[in-house]
């Protein structure tokens, strides 16, 4: 693991009540979250078209999911972007553990990979003194798709898994859901209004339209009960 530099290449731009507009030749796959003993891991779903550029939708009506449609238009969805561009650190609180530290901003797309076969992340920071919790603790942390969770070194020094530049389209069949879209990699994502939100190795965005903190997932896709539409 170690610092990532942010990819000058690649961008996310948030358009106007529309779709994710990406570009810099992003690779796309769909990953379907499973359980694995008492925690859970992504595994591979079906294979998606690959383009240095593509829409993807954001209203969560798309007959053509992952990718826009226009339903946006048909739908007269309303995509005003709600989420605070403070940064992470002025967001994140401190949970401080024996040997390690735990950053919690709170942003949270329920993709459960903090619970652990020994319990959550936050209890595996409480006794990192074991080394197997201190382990599982930073993988927890670390497979977070959201960022929302950091494991920091006594030192400072941030835990991250190391990206190449990605975007996932995710699906929750245990709960029967189709979840968010998670981006990794640095790539930065741009409001409307031209404004870049902080730069990011792990984030999710919101792809059922209803999320409270739009451009991101807030896990309201599963109240929701969010099904992403394929047209055949």
């Known amino acids: 693991m170690k610092n990532i530099k942010k990819n000058n290449k690649c961008k996310i731009t948030v358009s106007n009540n529309g779709p994710y507009l990406v570009t810099g030749n992003i690779p796309l796959s769909e990953k379907i979250i499973v ?39 048909r739908n007269r969805f309303t995509g005003t972007e709600t989420a605070s561009k403070d940064t992470y ?5 401190l949970l401080e553990g024996p040997t390690v530290d735990l ?37 927890g942390a670390c497979d977070c798709p959201t960022g ?18 990605s ?27 031209g404004e870049v939100y902080e730069i990011r190795n792990r984030t999710a965005l919101c792809r059922c339209g209803k999320s409270n903190n739009k451009p991101f997932c807030d896990a309201t896709h599963v109240p929701s009960k969010f099904l992403d539409k394929i047209e055949k």
Not at 89 to 93: G, I, P, S, T, W
Not at 129 to 134: A, C, I, L, M, P
Not at 148 to 165: F, N
Not at 167 to 193: H, L, M, R, T, W
């Open 89 to 93: 650190m002025d967001r994140a609180e």
């Open 167 to 193: 975007i996932e389209i995710v699906q929750d069949p245990e709960k029967g859901v189709s979840a968010g879209i998670f981006v990794k990699g640095n790539i930065p994502i741009e409001s409307f209004n």
């Open 35 to 73: 359980p694995k003993g008492k925690g859970y891991e992504l595994k591979d779903g079906r294979k998606l078209p690959q383009s240095e550029k593509y829409a993807l939708c954001r209203c969560g009506k798309s007959k053509n999911a992952p990718f826009c449609d226009g339903s946006h238009m």
């Open 148 to 165: 929302r969770l950091t494991v920091v070194e006594k030192s400072g020094q941030k835990i991250e898994p190391t990206y190449e530049p």
């Open 103 to 139: 950053l919690d901003d709170q942003r949270c797309a329920f993709a459960r990979f903090c619970h652990r076969e020994k319990g959550n992340v936050w209890n595996l920071i409480e006794d990192s003194n074991n080394k197997e919790s201190r382990k599982e603790a930073i993988r």
